[in-house]
């Protein structure tokens, strides 16, 4: 059975980022929804990174699948 992936959104502001590096430390597979242009570059290497913009329900479909 594949590990469930647990999806952050704001994943690259103050207290996301740190749930997130607490998240992908314990091993768990993570995806940051983040709005486009933010900065992630401080997110650990094993996070995914998806721009989209929260107000576009496509863009957050896509980033959800």
Do not use: K, N, Q
């Not at 740190?18 to 993570?30: E, F, I, K, Q, S």
């Not at 983040?34 to 929260?54: F, K, M, N």
């Amino acid at each position: 059975m594949s590990r469930r992936i647990t999806i952050v959104t704001g994943g690259a502001g103050f207290i996301g980022s740190h749930l997130v590096r607490l998240l992908a430390d314990a091993g768990h597979p993570v995806r940051v929804v983040e709005r486009p242009g933010a900065p992630t570059g401080h997110l650990p290497p094993s996070v995914e990174v998806v721009e989209a913009d929260i107000r576009d329900r496509p863009a957050v479909r896509r980033a959800l699948s």
